[in-house]
């Protein structure tokens, strides 16, 4: 066993760099992953590559043997032989990148049936299809699935007390940017090369890269819209199958999410299609060509770029409570919007992202709109905008996200309903 590095003072990615894990800050999801650990023998945690799974696991759990299946030899030495490895660490591990080797997973599963031991593996991964097919196989009922994305506003705070939001949309929120003061022009781009087009190439059998590459920087055109699969084929010169692909791979590689359409039984036709957005703004920026704050603020996209922002944010403090949110937008053919809508605990809470710094009364006038269609249990709502004024209008709280604490506490609050 003494092929495997056991890494306990630092924390090295691909390309050799390494974190002092001392020097990191704690994350939000750090209470919910204990929690986790005391009520099920396997916790898995899944999240975009450099988002903090290994420091997070290793700073949470820093006496637990840790392997990462990325290194060829830690990963073929386990391939051949997976009973003598899991034999060195009956007691439980951290396995790194697990969806490399998830064959391993049906001999974790036999090992914790039979010691019948809470938290003994902490397992990391980058790929949701691979990890949850082998999850399901084998993991079932035994593992509690965690989700990981890069920074929160409220975690970086812990680096800067104030930030601007068109600021935060060219950095994005990868620990690594701020924890050693990247350039995040050089660091998005060496992201794109090395792992999001490594993880597509082995998703998929990609034969013209700069196909995807062009259709990777018309997506960013069509951040915080409404997704369309035609005219991203006829724009890519692919097809409408192969566009869908594409789109499943950035899905599962966390590279994008979708935001669905919410439906009620009204009789008013809605829009059918999610709309797209990235799950970091500084890749979406950087594909954009958007490099400095004052571009972005003056960018045609600062608005949907401001919107992505803010969504994220809110779906962090979501995962970092371990809830999978519920989240959509609301459009009608008769011009009724509403950015966001989040159910949460039997309420819808509608909310609306502006980036602008000056409040405007047009800016409550969808969730009025929205609340005169007639839905059930809808919450008061609020208007997210960049200014610097905190204050209700009926009943709607206006305030700045960026100032907020805790967005998805404040949101989804009993104090915010009606």
């Known amino acids: 066993m003494n092929i495997f590095v056991q890494i306990r003072s630092c924390i090295c990615d691909l390309h050799g760099f390494c974190y002092n894990k001392n020097s990191m800050i704690k994350r939000d999801i750090s209470e919910e992953l204990l929690k986790c650990a005391a009520e099920y023998p396997v916790v898995t945690i899944l999240g975009p590559?450099?988002?903090?799974?290994?420091?997070?696991?290793?700073?949470?759990?820093?006496?637990?043997?840790?392997?990462?299946?990325?290194?060829?030899?830690?990963?073929?030495?386990?391939?051949?032989?997976?009973?003598?490895?899991?034999?060195?660490?009956?007691?439980?591990?951290?396995?790194?990148?697990?969806?490399?080797?998830?064959?391993?997973l049906s001999y974790i599963q036999g090992i914790v049936d039979k010691a019948g031991n809470r938290g003994m593996f902490i397992l990391t991964g980058s790929h949701q299809p691979r990890l949850h097919e082998a999850i399901s196989q084998s993991?079932?009922?035994?593992?509690?699935?965690?989700?990981?994305?890069?920074?929160?506003?409220?975690?970086l705070r812990n680096y800067k007390s104030e930030?601007?939001?068109?600021?935060?949309?060219v950095r994005g929120c990868f620990p690594r940017v701020h924890e050693e003061g990247l350039e995040p022009r050089r660091f998005y781009n060496g992201y794109l090369q090395t792992y999001v087009e490594r993880d597509v190439r082995a998703l998929i059998h990609l034969r013209d890269l700069s196909q995807f590459q062009v259709f990777l920087t018309l997506l960013a055109g069509r951040v915080g819209q409404v997704v369309n699969i035609t005219s991203l084929s006829n724009d890519t010169g692919v097809s409408a199958t192969t566009i869908r692909n594409w789109l499943s791979v950035l899905k599962a590689s966390y590279v994008v999410f979708e935001l669905p359409?919410?439906?009620?039984?009204?009789r008013k036709r809605v829009i059918k299609s999610p709309k797209i957005y990235f799950t970091d703004t500084g890749l979406a920026a950087f594909l954009l060509g958007i490099h400095t704050e004052e571009q972005a603020s003056r960018d045609p996209l600062r608005g949907n770029l401001y919107e992505n922002l803010v969504i994220t944010d809110i779906i962090k403090g979501a995962l970092a409570r371990g809830i999978r949110p519920e989240i959509y937008f609301f459009r009608d053919s008769h011009g009724t919007e509403v950015d966001l809508l989040i159910r949460e605990k039997g309420r819808l809470v509608p909310v609306e992202i502006k980036s602008a710094a000056t409040f405007s009364t047009d800016f409550v006038k969808g969730l009025q709109r929205f609340r005169a269609l007639g839905p059930e249990h809808v919450?008061?709502?609020?208007?997210?905008y960049n200014g610097g004024e905190r204050f209700s209008m009926r009943g709607t709280r206006i305030f700045n996200p960026l100032r907020s604490p805790d967005l998805w506490g404040t949101l989804t609050s009993p104090a915010g309903r009606r």
């Open 49 to 104: 590559r450099q988002s903090g799974k290994t420091t997070l696991v290793q700073m949470t759990f820093p006496d637990r043997p840790y392997f990462s299946l990325e290194y060829p030899d830690v990963r073929a030495a386990a391939e051949a032989d997976p009973r003598g490895f899991l034999g060195e660490v009956e007691d439980g591990a951290i396995l790194d990148e697990v969806q490399r080797l998830p064959a391993l």
């Open 139 to 155: 993991l079932a009922g035994r593992t509690a699935l965690l989700t990981l994305w890069p920074f929160s506003l409220s975690e």
């Open 163 to 169: 930030w601007g939001a068109f600021e935060l949309i």
């Open 261 to 266: 359409p919410f439906f009620m039984n009204i």
């Open 379 to 384: 919450a008061a709502g609020a208007v997210l």
